[in-house]
């Protein structure tokens, strides 16, 4: 498992056997905690090797001025994903502000010495509100905003030669919503500092019947249909072609669950399956995306991946494409995506695929399915190439799906995005208001949840030409659906019991990151328990305030520190055996040892190397489920894990160098051999000891 944790993680990476740190730097004076033995300086952008003339011990890495030349600030740069974009560039501006003078600090054009504070030998009394943990040498951070995604993101991180000083495009952090690729990066590290999820949406309020007859449905003809105004369904039982009518009248709201029968204008039956009352709707409201097999079949029957995975129709009964909005709200005592065809076909809105939101939801709605021919998932990973099979194409959204479709599919949408699918509908029918309403009544998309509770352009689709009745919307808010009957919250995003959960990252190399970059992630992950960012002077609250404030308030996500609790470590497995899904991978996360000489009775553990020092007591270990000793066997967890508590280390406490001791006297497990790794879950009190920054 790698190492996650820049201020404990990059301490302990020697000793744990992984891949050891490229950057260690001392302490400066007035940070908490002992300082390192000893100093390595990277490398900065113009200057080959280290160390460099004119770069002192951390927090004072700004380069020595030349006489009548400015001190060069450090610019970090950033690429990936799309959903991290906006939130780190405002984390990214407030550390900017952070260095700002007077607030950190100042070296006049004729100075010849490293950057100072009022604490140290050579005061500047000038700088009397520096603030050395928060930016002191004022470092860049630059949020590239290239559509790129994570995976791109990641490729740009670690796609050259891996000495290269800041990646092979100059990035020297990925931003990512799955974790990191060790295929693509072997030596990335990923730190997760929010939770996420992801979540389909469709349009429940929206009465396209309002903007007149949609002639364009009612006349176009479907490749799969002789007559004009019929579009194709596949019977459930054996994958044999219906074509249907459209609706001559027009449509009301179908994702709430509208019929033929009922008028343009109901609302949805919230106590479906009961009785609706009047004026509401009496099919059945879409508002609950399942990825769980009907009948006990396989994954390939789930309504998740018939609308977005499975292409076409099959023999296989409960396997045919889902195309009609009545075989979701027409149900007749059917399971939905059996129901009766009504002639509204469902128009899927794809996502770029370089975004982690399309392989989070397709890894959700192909259900474990291995090496299939659509949302193939290998066992480790989306395959990008096969998302979108079924995604619109142009007027006729069940005609060209998929990015294959014809020249080329026009209806690729950004994530979390949702006016683009007005301007989908402006482009399929200008000018025409009651098409542009069909095209948006009968779309199904999904979005990050943080978005959709913070961005009110992203949830909105407009009609964007054509007549607009007065007094009636051109706009409409589209409504997340619950997956598995379960709703996104913080809660089920840190349990991950919501099955689209998802962690935010920030990716960088063990062999090219660099100090500046070290110091903001670092500052980004911290706690504020260790060290404790200062005052901004600007709006007044600590730094570590407007943190959470950001990530929580202004984002919609849920913020974590290296101080975080995480899963269990039996639990790390997401959803579908697929990155991205639901990993609880945080700042602080599990920190893997090997495991040696523990024994059912004995509270002492032996590792085969000695203890990491910056390992302590209070440290909580944990063995996972499958080994044939557990511990704690109290534990809420047990025995699918088994945490104690450390009381002792090495000759401090009367033990080997090798040795730890926990609480109580180890059970027998659930396996039949010696377990192969204990772990330090990473939630034990935070270190005062800090090699990089913060």
Not at 149 to 167: H, I, K, M, R
Not at 256 to 264: I, N
Not at 351 to 376: D, M, P
Request: proline share 8%; with cysteine; hydrophobic share 30%.
């Amino acid at each position: 498992m790698n190492l996650r944790r820049l201020r404990q993680g990059f301490a302990v990476a020697s000793s744990l056997g992984a891949a050891a740190m490229a950057v260690v730097l001392l302490l400066g004076v007035g940070m908490a905690g002992p300082a390192s033995a000893a100093i390595t300086l990277p490398p900065f952008p113009g200057q080959a090797g280290a160390p460099v003339s004119g770069f002192g011990e951390y927090p004072w890495w700004l380069p020595q001025s030349s006489p009548g030349v400015d001190p060069i600030s450090n610019v970090d740069n950033s690429e990936g994903s799309d959903a991290t974009l906006y939130v780190m560039e405002t984390i990214g501006s407030l550390y900017n502000n952070a260095g700002v003078t007077p607030f950190s600090c100042t070296i006049t054009k004729t100075a010849d010495s490293d950057c100072q504070q009022p604490s140290v030998s050579t005061p500047n009394p000038d700088n009397t509100q520096s603030d050395e943990t928060d930016n002191f040498s004022g470092s860049e951070e630059l949020q590239g905003t290239n559509d790129v995604g994570s995976g791109n993101g990641q490729a740009e991180l670690c796609g050259g030669t891996p000495a290269a000083p800041a990646g092979p495009l100059g990035v020297d952090y990925a931003r990512s919503s799955r974790p990191v690729s060790t295929t693509t990066c072997p030596t990335g590290v990923d730190l997760g500092f929010a939770k996420d999820s992801v979540v389909a949406t469709d349009f429940q309020a929206i009465d396209p019947a309002l903007y007149g007859a949609p002639t364009g449905y009612l006349t176009q003809t479907d490749p799969q249909c002789s007559t004009a105004g019929q579009y194709p369904s596949y019977s459930a039982a054996n994958g044999t072609v219906t074509c249907t009518a459209f609706p001559a009248g027009g449509i009301g709201p179908v994702a709430a669950g509208w019929l033929p029968t009922d008028p343009t204008n109901c609302t949805i039956n919230t106590k479906y399956p009961a009785a609706p009352t009047a004026g509401e709707c009496t099919g059945a409201p879409f508002t609950d995306i399942d990825n769980t097999a009907i009948g006990g079949g396989t994954g390939a029957t789930s309504v998740a991946y018939r609308l977005f995975c499975q292409h076409g129709p099959s023999a296989t009964p409960n396997t045919s494409q889902i195309t009609d909005w009545g075989q979701l709200t027409n149900l007749g005592g059917n399971p939905v995506g059996n129901g009766t065809p009504i002639g509204v076909p469902i128009r899927i809105i794809g996502v770029n695929t370089g975004q982690a939101t399309a392989t989070t939801f397709y890894s959700f709605a192909q259900s474990g399915i291995t090496n299939g021919t659509n949302c193939s998932d290998t066992g480790t990973t989306i395959n990008s190439s096969t998302i979108d099979p079924n995604a619109a194409s142009g007027p006729d959204p069940e005609a060209s799906q998929g990015p294959a479709g014809g020249s080329g599919n026009n209806e690729i949408a950004l994530e979390s995005d949702a006016s683009q699918i007005g301007d989908f509908a402006n482009a399929n029918w200008p000018n025409d208001s009651a098409d542009q309403a069909t095209d948006i009544a009968t779309s199904l998309y999904f979005v990050g949840y943080g978005a959709y509770t913070t961005n009110n352009n992203a949830i909105v689709a407009s009609i964007e030409g054509g007549t607009i009745p007065a007094g009636d919307p051109s706009s409409f808010t589209e409504k997340y659906l619950t997956a598995n009957s379960k709703s996104p919250s913080i809660a089920t995003e840190r349990n991950d019991s919501y099955p689209m959960a998802r962690t935010l990252f920030n990716i960088y190399r063990t062999d090219t990151v660099r100090a500046s970059t070290a110091g903001f992630l670092d500052w980004l992950c911290d706690s504020n328990s260790a060290i404790q960012k200062g005052t901004n002077h600007v709006s007044g609250g600590n730094f570590d305030t407007d943190l959470t404030n950001i990530i929580n308030g202004t984002y919609g996500f849920s913020r974590l520190t290296d101080a975080t609790p995480e899963l269990p470590v039996a639990n790390q497995t997401p959803a579908d055996n697929v990155p991205g899904g639901g990993v609880n991978g945080t700042c602080g996360a599990n920190l893997a040892i090997a495991s040696g000489g523990i024994t059912v009775g004995s509270n002492v553990i032996t590792l085969t190397n000695p203890v990491p020092p910056t390992v302590k007591v209070g440290w909580e270990v944990e063995i996972p489920n499958g080994s044939s000793v557990a511990l704690g066997s109290s534990d809420a967890n047990y025995p699918t894990d088994s945490t104690d508590t450390i009381t002792a280390i090495g000759p401090t406490g009367g033990l080997a160098t090798d040795q730890i001791q926990v609480t109580s006297n180890a059970v027998a497990g659930t396996g039949t051999s010696a377990p192969t790794t204990v772990y330090f879950p990473g939630q034990a009190p935070v270190l005062a000891v800090n090699t990089l920054g913060s």
